[in-house]
């Protein structure tokens, strides 16, 4: 079973010593709103890339179709 973004971001910020709270505040986002996200593991992609930014991550999504291996 695959684990969800939001486990993927708690364990980059325990890696980064940062709580939710720091990243919120990097985000300029409320940190009630961001808990309320995070516990609904609800990300836009815009979401999930402004995390990685603000976590000094790279975040990469892309669709590999099979027969041709073409990445979108």
Request: glycine share 6%; hydrophobic share 35%; net charge neutral.
């Amino acid at each position: 079973m695959p684990i969800t973004m939001g486990e993927k971001i708690k364990i980059i910020l325990k890696r980064r010593n940062m709580t939710l709270g720091q990243l919120a505040d990097k985000l300029g986002v409320s940190r009630q709103n961001f808990s309320n996200k995070m516990s609904r593991d609800n990300f836009t992609e815009r979401d999930i890339r402004e995390i990685a930014d603000a976590l000094e991550c790279t975040y990469t999504a892309t669709f590999t179709m099979n027969d041709t291996g073409e990445e979108i």
